[in-house]
């Protein structure tokens, strides 16, 4: 072999994390990467199998809609089944009510900035005013909502041996006064959240919304963001359950 050692092919341990700003660090907040639970579990599974390459497929901001299509475009460029382990962790910026439609908001967007800049200060000051008078909107209602979470478990179950569901994390207090409905919002979408997990076989709910809800102060950085209990808590059920397999 001219003195070339070639070395063994061994798959490396694959793990996917469909998420949004949820999943993701907050240094502003302390939350740093090596604080995550994505950070640590892939630690985690390096230690446990050796090679291993945790995909992040987490977008601040971003729909159900958006991760979806995000993942689908994803699975065309990895070996079909090669997925071992599969986490969704997203839903806030779906169900958290707006006083702008989604259209608009991008209309907005492209706006001058004098102009929005104005526009969202105003917006900003007087959110509660705007809900209590009906004016409320989410980005993805809770039909859309349900058919997307099935179809994107649907689509995990053939790839991935494994799945893990994270619900939606509790906001603070103060965020609750400043967004009404948006405690009823994350509930309804929750329960849409565990109603789907329990049409799949073997896909298992990591309920962190139960687990903080009673100490907000401890498992919310900022507004609704996980502290550093949080991705701990999260962390430790799923590296639990791994063990098992």
């Not at 390096?46 to 979806?68: D, Q």
């Not at 900022?222 to 550093?228: A, G, L, P, T, V």
């Amino acid at each position: 072999m001219n003195g070339i050692i070639t070395p063994t092919q061994v798959k490396p341990f694959i793990g996917v994390i469909i998420g949004d700003s949820l999943s993701l660090p907050r240094y502003k907040a302390g939350i740093n990467i090596e604080d995550t639970y994505c950070y640590r579990l892939g630690n985690w599974w390096r230690e446990r199998y050796g090679s291993t390459l945790v995909w992040p497929l987490s977008k601040g901001g971003a729909t159900i809609k958006a991760l979806t299509a995000d993942f689908r475009a994803f699975l065309p460029y990895i070996k079909p089944q090669s997925i071992d382990a599969a986490i969704v962790h997203l839903g806030v910026v779906d169900c958290a009510p707006r006083p702008l439609p989604y259209q608009v908001r991008n209309l907005l967007g492209m706006t001058p900035p004098f102009i929005r800049d104005r526009i969202t200060k105003y917006l900003h000051n007087n959110r509660g005013r705007l809900f209590k008078l009906g004016i409320s909107f989410r980005f993805t209602n809770p039909k859309q909502f349900r058919r997307a979470y099935q179809g994107m478990l649907q689509t995990l179950s053939a790839e991935s041996a494994r799945i893990y569901v994270i619900n939606i994390s509790p906001a603070t207090e103060a965020t609750y006064n400043h967004s009404p409905n948006l405690f009823n919002s994350i509930y309804l979408y929750n329960d849409i959240i565990r109603q789907v997990v329990a049409e799949f076989k073997g896909v298992r709910l990591i309920d962190n919304y139960s687990k903080m809800q009673d100490n907000r102060v401890d498992s919310v950085a900022e507004d609704i963001h996980m502290s550093k209990q949080g991705h701990d808590y999260i962390f430790e059920q799923i590296s639990s359950y791994e063990e098992m397999v």
